[in-house]
Each structure stands twice: as C-alpha cells, then as structure tokens.
C-alpha cells in the first residue's frame, strides 16, 4: 500500500496555477500584436491567426501520449519537461523571420502546452475526490481568470512600444519561473504509477473512457465551453480594434472588464462547491450562459450594437462559464479516477480540439453581429446538451475514489 502523499497543498497549487500561467499566456499574450505580425512578416491576418490553431492542434494531439505516460511515470517530471521546452520554443518564436517558420515553431511549442494541461489537471484529481476537484479547479480558475486578459492588455501595450516579439520573451520568462517552482515545490504526487508505460495501460485507460456514459456528458458540455471560450479569443480583439476603432493596448481594459465575469463565476463556484452536488453547479453555470446566449440574439433586432452591450453581454456569459467549467472538468475526471493522466488527456484532447475549431471559426467572422450570433448558437447547443444528457444528476455513489 503506498504511503500518503506528503505536500504542501499551497506549494502544489502555486505551480500548478504557474503553469496554467504559462499556457494561458501562449495562447493569448500575442493576439493583440496579430495584425503588427502580420505587417512585419509581410503576411496576411488570416495567416496569422494560424498561429493558435496550429498551438492547439499540437497540444491536443500530445495530450493522448503524455496522459497515460503521466499515468505510469507521474506528473512531477512532465511539468519540468513543459517549462524548459516551453522556454526555448518561447524564444525561438522571438526570433523568427517569417510566418512559416512561426507556425513550424508554434506547433512544437504546443507540445509543451499539453503537458502543463495533462499534468495540471492529474495533479489536482491525484490529490481530491470530486468535490475538493471541482474545489480546487474553480480556485484555480478564480487565480487564472484574470490572466488572459491582462495578458492580452500587456501583451497590447508590448507590441506598441517595443515589438510584438517581446510578448513571447515574457513567455520564455515565466517559463523559467515555472521550472524553478516545480523542482523545488512540486512533490510526485501519482502514487500508483507504473514506471513501465505499455500499449496495454494506454489502451485499457481510453477504452474505459470512451465507453464511460457519464464521460461522454462532461464531455460534450466542456467541448461547447471551449470552442466558444477560443472563438471569442480569437476574433473578439480584431473585430474590437477594426469595427470599434480600439486601439490594441486599449483593447485590454475591454477584454479584462469581459473577463472579470470568469473571476466572480469562479468564486461562486469555489464556493459553492463543498456541500453541493457539482451537477447542481453545472446546471446552473450552463443557464446563466445560456440567458446570455439569448440576449447574444439581440442584433437581430437591433443591429449593431453599441459598445456598451458588446462588453456587458460576453460578461454574463463568462459568469455561466466560470460556474460551469470546474464542474464539468471535476465531472469528467470523476468518470475513471484510477487513470486521471488519460481522462486529463482525452478531455484535453476534446477541449483543445474544440478551441482549435473555435479559433478557425474566428477567422471568418467579421463583424460584432457575426461574433455574437456564433456564441449565442453554442450556448444554445450547450443547454441542448445539458438537458437532454443528464436529466438527473448522475449517480457517482459507486465510482471508486481515492
């Protein structure tokens, strides 16, 4: 029988919120710089913006791997791997001289985010049941909510007063931060790793999983989240800066006033969580996303809308969000918690997947009417979903915990 798991639990969640830092700022630091790519590298926007596709593709791609990896060697390691290559990709990006080359790197680069993801998530289900999970996924997500953002704010003023590539030295930094904290903080904290991955534990894991009912409703319910989450991201900054005259750095007051709708979402969440079943949650946060999916339906009737509107309505949406996420994460790592590297992973793999879709959506929406008609749609399908896949709260009672 394996020992306990001696930890500090603020030592572990500090890194573990450091490397959501570092994935969240991959992802969002240099959105505000796209069209200055763009310009210095003699590529059109469209092209640019390949730039989080191709990070998402790969990260959900090596989630698959490193998940049951995790699962037989543990977590500690694959943290450590993820912030030392993050920073020499981080760097690499810096010094490109063309957009292919930024792509090529990108995609290499999102090897390492799916790492931090796999290893995150493992790591907080390694040390809860379900409810500490969706616990400690909504205070992580109450941490981080602010994160993009004001990434996206500083990655803004950056690129106006030194240079778009300065944003990815920030990367490479807080990389490096990353690195430091786990080899020193950072505890294994798998202790039912193998040691000996096989084809045998990777295919056992996914199989379970994929017949898993109750995995495939959280599932569903995360892909709609994400795609909608990476869809905004990704067009919300460019059709701000062209149809409403922002300027970039003046784009992230906007975005993080959005945003602070994640922030009070997630503490609802936090703390609700402990004495509440996380499905109750999950309900709720999928309503509140879906009032804002219909007020979304406004330009219909009103056409364009002010710029007013264009904040207060995504703010609304992002409280739903910070409801449901944590829950729908802490529902489907609860469907095989013997194997939480593989449900990180494949969860992870739908998510991303679904952010890649999102963000390659993005691309041709051109108009604030567009954006929001596209979010009310997904919201839309995401009470669909919720609805008519868990009519009842799911009975977990007889799933084997920690």
């Not at 020992?3 to 500090?8: G, Q, V």
């Not at 049941?129 to 003023?157: E, H, K, N, W, Y």
């Not at 007013?308 to 802490?330: D, E, K, Q, R």
């Amino acid at each position: 029988m394996s020992a306990p798991i001696k930890f500090s639990r603020r030592s572990v969640l500090a890194v573990v919120i450091a490397s959501n830092v570092v994935n969240i700022l991959a992802t969002t630091m240099y959105l505000p710089g796209i069209p200055a790519i763009a310009a210095e590298l003699a590529a059109d926007v469209q092209s640019v913006q390949l730039l989080l596709t191709a990070y998402l593709a790969t990260s959900a791609l090596g989630q698959l791997v490193l998940g049951p990896l995790s699962d037989a060697t543990g977590r500690r390691g694959l943290v450590i791997f993820g912030a030392v290559f993050s920073a020499f990709i981080a760097v690499a990006c810096a010094i490109a001289t063309s957009v292919d080359v930024l792509i090529g790197l990108r995609l290499v680069q999102g090897v390492t985010g799916s790492a931090f993801v796999v290893a995150v998530r493992s790591i907080v289900r390694d040390i809860n049941d379900r409810s500490g999970t969706a616990r400690d996924m909504a205070g992580i997500l109450l941490a981080i909510s602010f994160v993009a953002p004001i990434s996206q704010s500083v990655g803004g003023v950056l690129t106006e007063l030194v240079s778009w590539r300065s944003t990815f030295g920030v990367m490479a930094g807080i990389s490096c931060l990353t690195f430091l904290l786990a080899l020193y903080l950072l505890p294994e904290t798998n202790l039912r790793r193998a040691n000996r991955p096989s084809f045998r534990s990777y295919a056992g894991a996914y199989t379970a999983l994929l017949f898993s009912r109750e995995f495939h409703a959280y599932a569903a319910m995360n892909i709609i989240l994400f795609a909608t989450l990476y869809f905004f991201y990704n067009a919300f900054p460019i059709i701000l800066i062209k149809s409403y005259r922002l300027s970039p750095s003046g784009y992230g007051p906007v975005a993080l006033l959005c945003a602070s709708g994640m922030f009070l979402g997630s503490l609802i969440s936090n703390r609700m969580a402990i004495g509440r079943d996380p499905d109750w949650l999950l309900c709720l946060g999928i309503s509140v996303s879906g009032l804002a999916g219909i007020a979304m339906l406004a330009p219909l009737v009103c056409g364009t809308l002010p710029l007013s509107m264009v904040i207060a309505i995504p703010f609304v949406w992002f409280v739903g969000y910070g409801i449901s996420l944590p829950n729908a994460i802490a529902g489907a790592m609860s469907a095989c918690p013997s194997a939480s590297g593989a449900s990180a992973a494949l969860l992870g793999f739908v998510q991303i997947g679904a952010g890649a879709g999102g963000s390659a959506i993005s691309g041709v929406i051109r108009t604030p009417t567009g954006l929001f008609l596209t979010i009310a749609g997904l919201a839309m399908a995401n009470l669909v979903i919720r609805f008519s896949t868990l009519r009842r709260p799911l009975d977990l009672a007889n799933v084997p915990d920690h």
